[in-house]
């Protein structure tokens, strides 16, 4: 018959880790200066440059912008083809 010394075993308990709330969300991206939009539109950046034509429209840029952008000054780029203060539909 064999025996088998047997050590004493420890028992601690363990404290539990807390639980830590998930990370914050990354900030949205910058919104685009005021600078670089031009005044006369909202609800969307358009850019100020020489030409811009509504993106997917038949314009030939060189700048182009997604709409629905509003018209709230002067229509200086003709976005908005039926008069309605929208451009870019």
């Not at 060189?62 to 709230?72: A, D, S, T």
Request: net charge negative.
């Amino acid at each position: 018959m064999s025996s088998f010394a047997s050590t004493p075993t420890e028992t601690t308990s363990a404290t539990p880790l807390p639980v830590l709330p998930p990370p914050p969300p990354p900030p949205p991206p910058e919104p685009e200066s005021a600078s670089e939009c031009d005044a006369n539109y909202k609800g969307a950046c358009v850019p100020i440059a020489s030409d811009v034509d509504c993106e997917g429209g038949s314009g030939n840029g060189p700048e182009y912008v997604q709409g629905p952008v509003y018209i709230v000054g002067e229509d200086i780029y003709g976005l908005d083809n039926n008069g309605d203060k929208r451009g870019c539909e």
